[in-house]
């Protein structure tokens, strides 16, 4: 149980890094095709699903937005985990 909630945080945390070189490429390169290169991603996961019980509504999804950068990330999280651990 311990192994797998250390691969959770390593991919939250590596994914949220990601997102801040992300955005601060955005920052950088404004337009053109860096900006276009940084922005693509794949989105893969469970669409929003609602569901109504006349009573009580809900709604379930979980959607994964990988980009480059989201994967780099996550290699320098677990790169930097693996020599914590060591």
Known sequence: MK???NIV???VVGSLF???ISK???FWFPT???NTLIN???NTG?????????????TIGL????NIFSILGILIAALVYKQIIK
Not at 51 to 57: H, M, P, V
Request: net charge negative.
């Open 18 to 20: 990601g997102l801040f």
């Open 63 to 66: 959607v994964f937005k990988f």
């Open 32 to 34: 053109g095709t860096v």
């Open 3 to 5: 192994n797998v909630l």
């Open 46 to 58: 469970l669409n929003p699903t609602t569901i109504d019980l006349s009573l009580l509504e809900f």
């Open 9 to 11: 945080v390593v991919v």
């Open 40 to 42: 693509t991603g794949i």
């Open 24 to 26: 601060l490429g955005n």
